[in-house]
């Protein structure tokens, strides 16, 4: 079934069934291999892309409840968003695979709360696992992008 989605900004025409979810429809029609599958049940955050501007989980998300959605993918930060430099700046991945999961829930978080406190930061990112336990470098670096001092 032919369907258009708004991606990164650009109305983007697929092939998918209504309930095909977005992550497979990202990863393997459109190649945009940034979201990353993690657990399929919307657990682990790995898949996380932004709805409307809000962080939601991809491997749950049916294409065909999509119409009209803005969605913003890791791509769609463009590689110079303020957490991406973070990131990079405090070496925070190890394994990297939660990576862009993480950078999106923590995007946004910044976009809603631009000056977050510990336990924002906790509420915001309490649903994206990362296997390698790199929580207090994720922490720094949205604290760093987001201009607060670290504790």
Known sequence: ??????????D???????????????????????TKYGCGIAQCGACTVHLNGQAMRSCQAPVGSLAGVKITTIEGLGGAHPLQRSWVKLDVPQCGYC?????????????KTPKPTDADIDAAMSGNICRCGT?????????????????
């Open 1 to 10: 079934m032919a369907l258009t989605l708004n991606i990164n900004g650009k």
């Open 12 to 34: 983007v025409a697929v092939e998918a069934e209504p309930d095909t979810p977005l992550l497979w429809v990202l990863r393997d029609e459109l190649m945009m291999t940034g």
């Open 99 to 111: 990576q862009s999961g993480q950078i999106m829930s923590a995007a946004a978080l910044l976009a």
């Open 135 to 151: 929580y207090q470098r994720i922490r720094a670096a949205i604290k760093d992008a987001a201009g607060v001092q670290a504790a």
